[in-house]
């Protein structure tokens, strides 16, 4: 047996497990994923920068931890991480277990949680600040530190995230030059890209539109990333100076991003949307969508400007999914087409983006 760990809330809920990781002690929003499998690519995706993630299904780390698969460079970007119960791999293709992977970037874990009363609570209380912490210290006293942690409103995180400096992925010679603003991009966006005859330039979040259009692209797209998007004045400013300049396709944060730079205002889910099983409806085929979505912040439609066109709709809660500008040559969606390991059903939304670019 282990040692002894807390999990404890903002409002003083205290759960109780065993530490799993390369610390004891680490703070940041708890929230809940309710994926079946890709734990891995949770781990790394920068959208979970400051938060804990907890995981709904019960049993984790089974098929171990393939380097291949992380969606960012530099291992893990979530705060902390809480699960029912851990397994050691068994699975060929595993480089690492687990619990050696967490040790080796000191993140911060907790098992043997009960993740269902957990989850209900967040459900019924809203994704709130907390911290992991040894079952050692004081609960009183880390009660108190919980109770003064701050909360996701208001933080302006995607700097931490970014790459500092531009990078290409793809060939020279491809068909279309997309410039990628890294808000905290998964891996898998330039990767879809690139797959697509594009050429593909990361560029940092703070980038200026003057930077952007010197590149001569011929589209952008604006990535996921993490912290409350009405924070990032100095980044709408940029993506208004970018409309209607060139073609533009906007994935989560990018999504609420773009949304701002248009007039529209956001706010805060009660304990947003994460997972790969959110039902979104295409407003205009009709077609139900499976996605995969890591969010907590959503544009609210009905202050879209008049020239924009809603044209995705979560069926769970009928929050906004997707929009665009047809006169204005852009579009945005709050999932993720680029889901690994899936669903794949919103992957044509690539080949749109290209046929735009193609367009134009």
């Not at 205290?14 to 530490?19: I, K, M, N, Q, R």
């Not at 409806?281 to 969508?289: E, G, P, V, Y």
């Not at 969606?333 to 749109?352: I, K, N, R, T």
């Amino acid at each position: 047996m282990g040692q002894a760990g807390y999990l404890v809330l903002k409002d003083g809920a205290v759960f109780t497990g065993e530490l799993l990781g390369g610390t004891d002690e680490t703070y940041g929003e708890v929230v809940f994923n309710t994926a079946m499998s890709g734990y891995e690519e949770v781990l790394t995706d920068p959208s979970y920068h400051r938060q804990i993630v907890v995981m709904t299904q019960p049993e984790i780390g089974n098929y171990g931890i393939t380097l291949e698969d992380e969606e960012s460079f530099g291992g893990p970007k979530v705060s902390g991480f809480v699960m029912r119960e851990y397994n050691t791999p068994s699975n060929h293709r595993a480089k690492l277990d687990l619990k050696d992977y967490l040790e080796h970037y000191h993140i911060a874990a907790l098992m043997g949680v009960d993740t269902r009363k957990l989850v209900l609570h967040i459900r019924e209380k809203g994704a709130m600040s907390g911290l992991i912490a040894s079952a050692k210290s004081n609960k009183d006293k880390l009660k108190a530190e919980a109770a003064a942690l701050t909360e996701m409103n208001g933080q302006h995180l995607v700097a931490q995230v970014s790459t500092e400096q531009p990078y290409q992925v793809g060939q020279n010679t491809s068909s279309h030059h997309v410039v990628l603003v890294d808000y905290g991009a998964k891996r898998n966006i330039a990767s879809l890209l690139a797959m697509r005859d594009c050429r593909v330039t990361v560029v940092p979040c703070l980038y200026t539109a003057e930077q952007i259009l010197a590149l001569k692209p011929n589209g952008v797209l604006l990535s996921n990333g993490p912290g409350d998007p009405a924070s990032m004045s100095d980044i709408i400013s940029n993506i208004r100076m970018l409309i209607g300049e060139v073609p533009i396709f906007g994935i989560c944060l990018g999504h609420q991003l773009l949304g701002l730079a248009l007039g529209a205002k956001t706010f805060k889910l009660k304990f947003g949307h994460r997972g790969c099983n959110q039902p979104v409806q295409d407003i205009h085929t009709k077609r139900i969508l499976i996605t995969s979505q890591n969010h907590g912040f959503c544009v609210d439609p009905a202050t879209l400007p008049a020239s924009a066109q809603v044209t995705h709709l979560n069926l769970s809660d009928h929050t906004l999914e997707g929009f665009a500008v047809p006169s204005s040559r852009l579009f945005a969606v709050q999932f993720h087409p680029e889901a690994s390991p899936g669903p794949h059903e919103s992957a044509p939304l690539f080949d749109d983006f290209v046929q735009l670019m193609t367009n134009a």
